[in-house]
């Protein structure tokens, strides 16, 4: 299992330009999050999706983020058009959730560095 | 909003020492769970607990979730300069269904000097 897989892993880009992220689950899990850590406001999610749907983006900071999942496989994490205030780093995480259960795990892909200068 | 405190922010201690960290709310929660992160990568799952009072034991490392469900502590006997990481705990809310949506604390930065 090689696990959650996320591209690039570091990005340095300059302010105003289109930054996309990727992320590819693990295998058979139906659940994706995305996150965004920094050291003043810790782990904070942005986005989830359940079965390819996105349930809740109340987390996404503004209209200059936006995210897909144009299937179980594959999901992406855009900013058009990115700021210095963007630079942080960003997690995928994946999971099967069950309809019913206190117990599930996440598994965080390795994060994408993001600098935007 | 349900925040999850964590104390201390940070933790520097000698190889061998005991210590014990703590994850706080006032809220209640369905499950908590404690991840730890190492640097370059993410965070990974080391135990969830989901009865109130209920203790898990991980090799040196002894999770307790509280009895209201609010709070939760890691303490770790006998450090080792392995045990190096950022730790993190994170709440399931006790909203019923619907919500998968962890809330993470801040999290202990915990440094084992040999």
């Known amino acids: 299992d090689a696990g959650v897989i996320q591209s690039p892993r570091h990005e340095v880009t300059e302010m105003g330009q289109e930054v996309t992220l990727r992320c590819k689950p693990i295998s058979g899990h139906n659940s994706l999050f995305w996150y965004r850590q920094t050291m003043m406001r810790g782990l904070e999610l942005l986005i989830y999706?359940?079965?390819?749907?996105?349930?809740?983006d109340s987390g996404m900071p503004e209209d200059r983020f936006s995210a897909k999942m144009p299937n179980a496989s594959f999901s992406t994490l855009k900013i058009q058009p990115s700021e210095p205030r963007d630079s942080a780093v960003y997690f995928c995480a994946s999971s099967f959730i069950r309809l019913a259960g206190p117990r599930y795990e996440q598994y965080f892909g390795p994060g994408t560095r993001l600098t935007v200068t | 909003t349900q925040l999850l405190e964590q104390s201390p922010q940070f933790l520097s201690i000698q190889e061998g020492e005991n210590l014990t960290v703590y994850c706080n709310s006032s809220?209640?929660?369905?499950?908590l769970q404690w991840y730890r992160q190492e640097p370059g990568e993410g965070p990974v799952l080391l135990v969830t607990?989901?009865?109130?009072?209920e203790v898990k034991k991980l090799k040196r490392l002894t999770f307790q979730f509280g009895d209201a469900r609010k709070d939760s502590s890691l303490h770790i006997t006998a450090a080792q300069t392995g045990d190096t990481g950022l730790y993190l705990c994170a709440g399931l809310p006790n909203s019923g269904a619907g919500s998968y949506q962890l809330t993470f604390g801040k999290g202990t930065k915990l440094s084992v000097i040999p």
């Open positions: 999706f359940n079965n390819n749907v996105p349930i809740d």
């Open positions: 809220s209640v929660f369905s499950s």
């Open positions: 607990v989901v009865t109130g009072g």
